[in-house]
């Protein structure tokens, strides 16, 4: 059964996106979420929302499916754009009890929420176009020259993979968890926020310790499977760069140089 939780779930395709090297991928979501982070505008989100649109397109990704599975993140979004609405100062609107809820700070919610909901989509195209093999290889590679000064870019690359692979299947333990102590009569829901907190403890018990049953057992199949991390080893299918990367690259350097560029020019 798919889980919500976008994020870390590979789905596997034979789409220009999904035979980019993993490496460029890698490197170009990096530069996307820099660029982000230099938009001071809402219709300077207008030409992003378009590049993600049209990668989602060729990769034949479905956008509301990517959407809906913004659902588990709903709580950050809420949260970020409640706060910034607390604490930016501007216009008054209106008071609510002590709080001061000014035009500034809506508009500035709005904005955070729409950056969160953006780098969310973004580094979720990585995950759903690349798988967990290639994903580690790509980490890998782009570590790779910190292993001059001995950095175990391929240790590191390993759990940084894993831990995204497990993102969903930990998403979706926990919503059998919750469904089987909602059948036991158990309430998530109600009763004061001390209460709620105490609610959540015959949830997150059993789904701390399936994640290190989990664990365990994958120590256990990689130990079986002789694995000693990257000292003398192979890989079945060695990465090689091809022309489309370059170029691809070359498209995300350029389109995030000119928002960067026009930040600062106009």
């Not at 809820?101 to 990585?126: C, H, N, P, Q």
């Not at 000064?149 to 690359?157: D, M, Q």
């Not at 998403?171 to 105490?198: C, V």
């Not at 997150?204 to 290190?212: I, Q």
Request: glycine share 4%.
């Amino acid at each position: 059964m798919p889980t919500k939780m976008s994020l870390g779930q590979y789905i596997p395709g034979d789409t220009f996106i999904h035979n980019l090297d993993p490496r460029i991928k890698i490197i170009a979501t990096l530069i996307y979420m820099i660029g982000i982070f230099f938009v001071e505008s809402f219709y300077m989100y207008i030409p992003i929302l378009i590049f993600i649109l049209a990668i989602i397109f060729i990769a034949k990704l479905n956008p509301i499916q990517m959407l809906k599975s913004l659902k588990p993140l709903l709580f950050v979004i809420i949260f970020t754009g409640i706060l910034n609405i607390l604490i930016t100062p501007g216009e008054v609107l209106f008071t609510v009890w002590k709080f001061v809820v000014t035009k500034e700070g809506l508009i500035r919610a709005a904005f955070m929420s729409i950056r969160i909901v953006l780098l969310v989509m973004g580094t979720s195209i990585l995950t759903l176009t690349t798988s967990a093999i290639s994903l580690t290889d790509g980490l890998e590679g782009v570590m790779s020259p910190l292993k001059i000064v001995k950095f175990p870019a391929h240790e590191l690359s390993m759990m940084i993979s894993i831990a995204l692979r497990f993102i969903p299947t930990l998403f979706e333990e926990a919503d059998k968890i919750r469904k089987a102590q909602m059948a036991r009569g158990a309430s998530f829901d109600t009763g004061n926020i001390f209460q709620k907190a105490k609610s959540m403890i015959p949830l997150l018990v059993p789904l701390f310790l399936n994640s290190f049953r989990r664990a365990d057992e994958l120590a256990t199949a990689m130990v079986s499977r002789c694995y000693r991390g990257s000292e003398g080893r192979t890989r079945l299918n060695p990465l090689k760069m091809k022309t489309k990367d370059f170029l691809a690259l070359l498209f995300v350097i350029v389109f995030f140089a000119a928002i960067i560029a026009y930040k600062y020019l106009a």
